[in-house]
Structure formats: structure tokens, C-alpha cells
């Protein structure tokens, strides 16, 4: 990290928690510690009054219970899910928002209907190019207040696999995840899936709402217009091996041999490979890859076998996408703070 963080941003940090590294073990991250990012405050909903609408350019408006989305069909994805701020504390100039450093992420089993099919049955109008999701959150940022919204193309609904999810791993979503009902959208950073749902509805020009035209756009200076934030840039980290020291968290390790494993993804395309180094990037080898796992929305483990000598070492992972995208050795700055792939570089001391 490059300058300490404000007060502000440790009241941040605190609400809104990343998830332990050492949970990278698991295929699907433990309920309790897939991270957790809130703009506002965490609603509460009664499930009973509860309703999604769905309307706008809509042929026919719909009204819908709990029940009666839990009614539709059905379908449960593995996905790996990025806040877009990922990376950010790392970044010099500081940029003061959630401070996160690496571990803005999880991977969870998200049980819902497919948006599409929601559409379909609501028969969206042709003239309609993006639907707006809005969440029962409420606070002000930037100077306005709103409710958290964002808006998806069509295109992306209808041809993808976006559901509107009130399962996560096998339980109803937790007040922090959503309840009751939350939309995913598989590859994308997490901003897009919107929490808290309330209403979907259809638009005949690009929605302008402050999530979409201030936040979550890459931008050099403030005033660019700057480009949109979509999917999740390639990505790779180390289960932290051996133990950790407590304050600084640099890694012990005892001689011998070590298995270094970890998980990597990309909402861009697949995973294609993942190179390991002991060196800090000065020389690479290849990991291997696990080829089926979670499918094609879940991160993918890999590992290596590395013979650990005495001494003091930088550990280093870097994955690539089958679309030819690397991550960097060096962050790249942006306004926001967002989309910081570099690669991650873990301390370890290895004793005799
Ligand atoms: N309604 C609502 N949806 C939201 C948010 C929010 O603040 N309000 N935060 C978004 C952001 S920035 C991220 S990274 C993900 C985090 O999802 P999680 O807390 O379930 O991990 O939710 C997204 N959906
Ligand atoms: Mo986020």
C-alpha cells in the first residue's frame, strides 16, 4: 500500500469485508466469508409485502411474489464474483473509496430464473435496447440521492445467462447478499449485480442513472467521459502458504517441498494458463491448470510444486485469457481506482 488509509475509508473497510485469503482453498467460498460490498445500508425486507415489478417497454407489466419467482424456472451457477475496486489500495495516487487490496472476491452457487426468460414472458417492446435493475437501497453519493441502480443491454440479457438469484449456496440469500431476490450476471465485475431487487424495467435509451454515468467507468481524469467497467480482467491468487505472521501477514514457510495452488479467472474467456514465480517476475513457470471444476463462471485452481530453500522469497501468480489478456506486472492508474489486475505479490520466508 502506498499512503494510510482516512478514518472514512476504515469505516469502509469495516462494513464492507473482503474475503480471507486462506479461504482460496475451497471451491466455492463459505457462505460468511465471500466478501461484501454495501454503497448504502443493507435494507430490510419483509418478505410477505415484498414484490418484483416488471415494467417500462413491457407488453405485459408484471407483479410478482416471492412464491411466484421461486415458481419459474430454475437454474444454479458457479460464479466468481470481482468488486471492480479490487486492487485499488494498491494504486499510486491513492484513491480514497473501499480500500481493497486483493480480496474483493468469492466464488458462490447462485440459484434463480433466468432473466431472459422473465423478459420473454413479459414481452419486452423492440424498441428497447437496456433494462434498469433497481435495488431498495437508498443513500446519497456524489451529491445525489438514489436508490443503487444499474442497467443491463438487452443483448446481454437475452443471450446470456443472468439470473435474478434468491439461493446462494444451497440457503435463501443472507440480508447482506440480497434478500430476497438478487440479480447475477456471470463475468461481469460485481457492481452489474444488482442486490435488493425491486423493479426491472425496460428502456428505449441508454439509462444515465449516477452508477452508470459517475461510477464504474475508467477514466484518466475526472471530467472524461470515460469508458464503462464490464467484465473481470484475468486474475490470479495464491493460497497464502505456510502460516503468517500476524501483523504484517508475510508467510512462513518450512523447507521442502511445497505445493503452491491458487485460483485464477476471467469474465472475458476462459482461463488458458497460469505461470508461478518465486522471484518477484523475474523468471516463470507454468501451473497446472484444473480443466472441468465449477464451469466456465468459476474461477479455476492450479498449482505447482515448488522445492523451498532457506531464504527470503516473493511469490508471484499471472493469468492469461484464451482472448490474449495478461495481467500486468504494474497497476495501472485510473480516476476510480477499478479494474487493477497487476499481479499479486506474496512475501515468504522459508526456514531450516
Ligand atoms: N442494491 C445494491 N446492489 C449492489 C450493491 C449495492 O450497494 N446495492 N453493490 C454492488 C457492488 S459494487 C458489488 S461489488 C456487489 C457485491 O456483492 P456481494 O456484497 O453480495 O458480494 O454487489 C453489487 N450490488
Ligand atoms: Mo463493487
Known amino acids: 500500500m502506498t499512503e494510510p488509509i482516512s478514518v472514512e475509508e476504515l469505516q469502509l473497510a469495516a462494513r464492507n469485508h473482503g474475503m480471507p485469503l486462506e479461504a482460496l482453498r475451497w471451491d466455492v467460498t463459505p457462505l460468511g466469508l465471500h466478501y461484501l460490498l454495501t454503497h448504502y445500508d443493507i435494507p430490510e425486507v419483509d418478505p410477505g409485502s415484498w414484490r418484483l415489478e416488471v415494467d417500462g417497454r413491457v407488453e405485459r407489466p408484471l407483479s410478482l411474489t416471492l412464491e411466484e419467482v421461486r415458481a419459474r424456472s430454475a437454474v444454479e451457477l458457479a460464479v466468481t464474483m470481482e468488486c471492480a475496486g479490487n486492487g485499488r489500495a494498491q494504486l499510486d495516487p491513492h ?21 431472459g426468460d422473465l423478459l420473454a414472458e413479459a414481452g419486452v417492446e423492440k424498441d428497447a435496447v437496456e433494462v434498469v435493475f433497481t435495488g431498495l437501497d437508498r443513500g446519497v453519493e456524489g451529491d445525489e440521492e438514489q436508490l443503487y441502480a444499474r442497467s443491463v443491454a438487452l443483448e446481454e440479457l437475452l443471450g446470456g445467462e443472468a439470473i435474478l438469484a434468491y439461493e446462494v449456496n444451497g440457503v435463501p440469500l443472507p440480508p447482506q447478499h440480497g434478500f430476497p431476490l438478487r440479480l447475477v450476471v456471470p ?84 482461463i488458458s494458463g497460469v505461470e508461478v514465480s518465486t522471484d518477484d517476475g523475474e523468471s516463470w513457470s507454468d501451473a497446472e491448470v484444473e480443466r472441468d471444476g465449477l464451469g466456465r463462471w468459476a474461477w479455476r ?32 492508474w485510473n480516476v476510480g481506482g477499478y479494474a487493477n489486475n497487476a499481479v499479486q505479490r506474496v512475501a515468504v520466508t522459508v526456514t531450516g
Open 187 to 270: 463475468g461481469w465485475y460485481g457492481m452489474t449485480s444488482v442486490k435488493w431487487l425491486a423493479r426491472l424495467t425496460a428502456v428505449d435509451e441508454p439509462f444515465d442513472g449516477y452508477q452508470m454515468r459517475h461510477s464504474y467507468r475508467l477514466r484518466e481524469e475526472d471530467d472524461d467521459e470515460g469508458m464503462p467497467l464490464t467484465r473481470m480482467r484475468p486474475r490470479s491468487l495464491l493460497v497464502p502458504p505456510g502460516i503468517p505472521e500476524f501483523l504484517s501477514r508475510r508467510r512462513i514457510v518450512a523447507a521442502g517441498r511445497c505445493e503452491l495452488r491458487g485460483r485464477a479467472w476471467s469474465g472475458i474467456a476462459d
Open 301 to 332: 485452481a492450479w498449482r505447482l510444486e515448488w522445492d523451498a530453500r532457506p531464504g527470503e522469497f516473493v511469490l508471484c501468480s499471472r493469468a492469461r485469457d484464451a482472448a490474449g489478456n495478461v495481467q500486468p506486472l504494474e497497476p495501472s
Open 95 to 115: 484513491v480514497v473509496s473501499q480500500p481493497w487490496i486483493v480480496e474483493a472476491v468469492g466464488t458462490a452457487r447462485w440459484r434463480g430464473t433466468p432473466v
